[in-house]
């Protein structure tokens, strides 16, 4: 896989936005449950997926499209996107992406290409295969990539997206993160479930004729090697492409209102999960992706362990500063209530 | 009919006879369609009747059946009343719905034809839930639908569904090659819309639905994997409508040498030359069954045309009465 | 009943149906592990896998099955975990569910109930916050109902799923968790039945859902300062008691008609334009609206907040109308 042909300081740069991802999202989760005000309903979170969004968007160029779903933030993170603006955003602040018109659930920063957040299940495939459709017809050498979760084929629109896409060829690639697979199933294996009857759901994809690849979803080499691929071949016509990206869950991940067990996440844990809760030892054994990253660029000598802490310490200083950004801006005042409803 | 090992040169002459009604009443449609006793938005499905008798015939009095925007023949071959079909296509009270369904979406529930509908697919998650309602009480649900609903989200949903639940539903794909005025190959990437179930584990078949005794065969097998409790099949059966996609349609978008090529394959000729070669019908035989379907046809067509319509009244008075 | 809270009432009033008629069941995404809301739970430990039946996430098929279901002799609720999502299976809901008893000249019936979950609280954006009866009272053929109270979720749910027709069960999520007021009456319960929940004489108040929370309190508010306002929880937005409406009007001389919903096509336009047709004469001053405004609901909590009409928004506006006079105009 080319993936391990991956240079160290570009694994040195997936790191850096990975760890960036945890520790704003530690933020968020914090913000949540500290505050009675600022994020009210349920909300998700990225934690122990960072390999995959940002393996994936290491394929991308500054021109290609990207969308993504209700678990958007270390998306649009691993995109590119500067944690202030999304944590302002998430806590519905004028300095968000959005003008915090969107929260949590929509956010949008069309500068990075991040066209679309939508929290309807499925609801950006077709959106995504439309970004697509345009970059065809504009005979660039665009992508357009779009993330989304497992369930999503249990959904209609997305069947419709896949046969369109194909019949068309359009340059899409599209992500499927399967964030509940135990951790010997990330490679192989069938994937059962209460709720899609097939299992495996490449297989669907397949059916329609769209050329299909699992990956280890926990390993940011596979992914960027992979998606590095599939952009360049997508690219010279070859799309769309069809992934189901495996992930093991994090176990503070309890649905939409996650708990930091046994608070942020920290680096003893990695180098000897032994000293975590018990709850997290397996998976920071096998499953947490920044933990498996951090210990293997040690291993092999390409980091020592204090560059690594140097990058953690740098992304959560990042990830402080976003918090106090968003909190110190200004809510929309509610003269500005009519504002974007007609362009 | 359990099986077509049984079929007895008396039943296929009788196959032969409901094929031939459903005809003479499509085209007896088509002639008040111009003349202007028929309004609306119909869809005939002559040169598909094959699939019609045969399912039909695959299923028990008990079992439940849904259609499509074009189920006139899948309606009279499960043995609707062809009067009230044609006053319901009139638009008059005494059709089946009163007058206020018409051609697309027929309901026929004294004989369990629960429906056809206007939505392309939209019948297929009411035989979802139709076979769960039932789903213990041993009977089946056949839903029909055309190769253009394999392209909508309630399709795949429902695949999805049909095999998880293991729902006793047969899935009648009528493969007629064109969705609306679009030929498959502009539509969809499958070559055959059977190839979706795979990834659900859902057995299919693909048969000539122009030759009546290989659609009964599948269809037969298919209703008994339902009623023995093993879920889902599908039935895609290959087809061709020898009129428009609606009545009007000019059908430009046809080669004349395809739908020549199709003529060839008419079921009715089929089964008629059959049986003539098995010596079963002769000429006069046949013309016969013709004349029989056209009198009925007659009948049908004056007890629409002598309907009353239904009052505003009575119409507002059935939203929700 | 006790003083049970919007949510156990709702699912006693399931349960209590659920006992008495096998043919109902409940279909929906999560149902089975009680929905997002816990509005089903425990419905499974009592009526099985059969009758509680988790969904995938494939909303038009499943109200499609529930169309089916009910047409062959079932009873079918199908939960729809916010109203949002029910934009995904519109088409069954309008094109089948809603007219299958009408195109069929009355051959088949569609006993279903369709429970959504609504309303802007807690800053969940544009796609799990909106208010949409009403679309639902624009379909010919669906019922729609709003309880405002526990007492009423309990006996609606239960008029609704012996109904005959598909109705649509609207409940607020701002209320699941609340008890009714003390010594709030709930009157008899039944389809297309208003209730004056307060008798008042200076202005009518109609309002259904959550808000009618918020106009008992702006008319208590109101009443400390000498203004008798007459409150009538609706319930039932289809059918649609006109009447009560009509009549207290006729005594207060006065209407006011308040929703989360969008105040633009929104059920008060509806109420507005049939009472200056049926009782054009004894109104004082214009029908007044009051409703959220015309934007999709923002996920900022300062500005949701301002979205959704309040007491204090309530009691300002009507207080404003008593000092409207025909000559002068407001």
Same mark, same amino acid.
């Given at each position: 896989m080319a993936g391990s042909e991956l240079s160290v300081d570009t694994l040195k740069s997936a790191l850096h936005r990975m760890m960036l991802i945890r520790r704003a999202e530690e933020q968020v989760i914090d913000l949540a449950t500290s505050f009675d005000d600022l994020i009210r309903g349920h909300y998700h979170v990225y934690i122990g997926q960072e390999a995959s969004g940002v393996g994936a968007c290491m394929a991308l160029g500054p021109d290609d499209y990207m969308f993504t779903t209700h678990r958007n933030h270390g998306h649009v993170i691993a995109r590119g996107g500067e944690p202030s603006p999304v944590i302002a955003e998430i806590i519905g602040r004028t300095t968000g992406y959005n003008k915090g018109r969107g929260g949590t659930f929509h956010v949008i920063a069309k500068h990075l290409g991040v066209l679309q957040t939508s929290a309807i299940v499925g609801g950006c495939v077709p959106m995504a295969a439309g970004a697509a459709f345009s970059i065809k017809k504009r005979g660039t050498d665009q992508v357009s990539l779009v993330f989304f979760g497992d369930g999503v084929l249990e959904e209609g629109a997305f069947h419709e997206a896949l046969n369109m896409s194909s019949l068309w060829k359009l340059p899409l690639i599209m992500m499927c993160e399967n964030n509940s697979v135990l951790p010997e199933g990330r490679r192989q294996g069938e994937y059962p479930s209460s709720?899609?009857?097939?299992?495996?759901?490449?297989d669907v994809a397949k059916a329609m004729n769209v050329e299909t690849h699992v990956v280890d979803g926990g390993d940011v080499r596979e992914v960027a090697g992979l998606l590095t691929e599939l952009a360049h071949r997508t690219r010279a016509g070859e799309g769309p492409f069809f992934i189901e990206s495996r992930m093991t869950r994090w176990p503070g991940n309890r649905g939409s209102f996650p708990e930091l067990i046994g608070g942020p996440h920290q680096m003893d844990w990695t180098w000897?999960?032994?000293?975590?809760?018990a709850r997290l030892q397996d998976w920071l054994t096998n499953s947490d992706p920044v933990s498996l990253l951090c210990r293997s660029l040690v291993e092999e000598g390409a980091m020592t362990r204090e560059e690594v802490e140097e990058i953690d310490a740098a992304t959560r200083k990042e990830a402080e500063e976003a918090r106090e950004f968003a909190l110190s801006s200004p809510t929309p005042s509610p003269e500005s209530a009519m504002d974007y409803i007609f362009a | 009919m359990s099986s077509t090992m049984d079929i007895t040169t008396e039943d296929k002459l009788d196959l032969l006879r409901r094929m031939v009604l459903i005809r003479a009443f499509e085209e007896r449609v088509i002639d008040l369609y111009h003349r202007g006793d028929i309004a609306g938005l119909v869809h005939v499905g002559i040169g598909q009747e094959a699939v019609a008798v045969a399912v039909a015939t695959s299923l028990l009095e008990g079992d439940y059946l849904y259609g499509t925007h074009r189920s006139h023949g899948h309606f009279i071959a499960r043995g609707a009343d062809i009067n009230k079909m044609m006053a319901e296509l009139a638009g008059r009270a005494n059709g089946y719905c009163e007058g206020l369904g018409g051609s697309m979406h027929l309901v026929a529930a004294e004989v369990k034809a629960m429906g056809a509908t206007g939505?392309?697919?939209?019948t297929i998650p009411l035989a979802l839930g139709t076979a769960l309602a039932h789903r213990d009480a041993g009977l089946v649900v056949a839903v029909y639908f055309g190769?253009?609903?394999?392209?909508?989200?309630g399709f795949h949903e429902s695949l999805n569904i049909a095999a998880l639940w293991k729902l006793p539903v047969v899935l009648v794909c009528e493969n007629n090659g064109y969705a609306e005025f679009t030929p498959m190959s502009e539509h969809t990437v499958v070559e055959r819309v059977s190839e979706h179930c795979k990834p659900y584990g859902i057995p299919a078949r693909t048969v000539d639905g122009n030759d009546l005794l290989e659609v009964l065969e599948a269809m037969s097998r298919a209703v008994e994997h339902a009623r023995n409790g093993e879920g889902p099949t599908m039935v895609e059966c290959l087809t061709y409508r020898l009129r428009g996609h609606y009545i009007g349609d000019p059908a430009q978008y046809r080669q004349a040498n395809e739908v020549a090529e199709w003529r060839e394959k008419d079921p009715i000729e089929r089964l008629t030359k059959q049986l003539k070669s098995e010596r079963a019908l002769d000429e006069d035989a046949a013309s016969t069954v013709k004349r029989e379907a056209d009198e009925r046809v007659e009948d049908a067509v004056r007890f629409a045309l002598g309907g009353e319509y239904l009052s505003m009244d009575a119409m507002t008075a059935r939203v929700f009465g | 009943m006790a003083n049970l809270r919007f949510v156990d009432a709702l699912r006693e009033g399931i349960a209590e149906e659920m006992r008495a008629d096998p043919r109902v069941m409940i279909l929906g995404e999560d149902v089975a592990v009680g929905g997002a809301f816990g509005v089903t739970r425990g419905l499974v430990d009592e009526f099985g896998h059969g009758r509680v039946i988790n969904t995938p996430i494939s909303e038009d098929t499943i109200m499609g099955i529930a169309v089916g279901a009910a047409v062959a002799g079932k009873r079918p609720i199908v939960e729809i975990m916010f109203v949002d999502f029910i934009t995904l299976a519109m088409n069954q809901l309008v094109n089948h569910a809603a007219k299958v008893h009408f195109m069929s000249g009355g051959q088949l019936a569609v006993p279903m109930v369709i429970r959504v979950q609504q309303g802007a609280q807690g800053g969940w954006g544009s796609q799990h916050s909106q208010s949409l009866e009403a679309w639902f009272a624009h379909v010919p053929g669906l019922k729609a109902v709003a309880p405002g109270s526990a007492a009423d979720a309990n006996r609606l749910i239960r008029a609704s799923i012996r109904d005959d027709s598909p109705v649509v069960f609207i409940e607020h999520r701002g209320l699941y968790f609340r008890h009714d007021p003390d010594g709030l009456e709930p009157g008899e319960s039944v389809l297309g039945k208003a209730h004056i929940v307060r008798e008042g004489s200076d202005i009518t108040l109609v309002s259904y859902s959550r808000m009618l929370t918020e106009c008992l309190e702006a008319a208590e508010d109101l009443a400390g300062k000498g203004i008798s306002v007459e409150v009538i929880? =609706?319930?039932?937005?289809?059918?649609?008691?006109?009447d009560t409406v009509i009549e207290s009007v006729r005594k207060t001389n006065r209407l006011a008609v308040a929703h989360?919903?969008?105040?633009?096509?929104? =059920?008060g336009a509806e109420i507005a334009a049939r009472v200056q047709e049926m009782a054009m004469d004894y109104l004082d001053a214009p029908v007044l609206r009051i409703g959220a405004p015309y934007t999709p609901p923002p996920a900022s909590p300062k500005l949701e907040r301002a979205f959704v009409p309040d007491r204090a928004g309530i009691a300002a506006r009507l207080h404003r109308m008593l000092s409207y006079s025909k000559e002068e105009g407001s």
């Open positions: 709720s899609f009857a097939a299992t495996q759901l490449a000897d999960p032994g000293t975590a809760d | 939505i392309v697919g939209g190769d253009g609903a394999a392209n909508t989200g | 929880d =609706l319930r039932s937005l289809v059918p649609l008691d006109i989360e919903a969008v105040v633009q096509g929104g =059920l």
